[in-house]
């Protein structure tokens, strides 16, 4: 009986480990791109909240060699205003 109480809360204590490392482990470049992204547009004067960093969320298209700003990103940016100027140059980083 005291081996069935050890085992739980080593499984516990598994479960919670596992739940503290999967975020690291899955993390992936696409969440520095989307900060590049959402940087740029702030630097240029724009305020950034959920709607930039939603546009912000789609990725670049890639196309050979050159990565194209992903239509998606485009319109939402230019949805909240931000000039064509700012938001391709953004998307581009996305």
Known sequence: ????????VLSVVGVMAAAGVM?????????ADQIA?????????YRVGP???AACSHEALFSGAAKSPNPKCLVG????GVSAGVSGPA????
Not at 37 to 45: E, K, P
Not at 91 to 94: F, I, L, N, S
């Open 1 to 8: 009986m005291k081996f069935g109480g050890a085992k739980r």
């Open 23 to 31: 975020p690291l482990v899955t993390a992936t470049t696409a969440s």
């Open 37 to 45: 992204c959402v940087d740029y547009v702030g630097s240029h004067g």
């Open 51 to 53: 709607k930039v960093r």
């Open 77 to 80: 940016l230019a949805d909240i």
């Open 91 to 94: 998307c581009r980083r996305a």
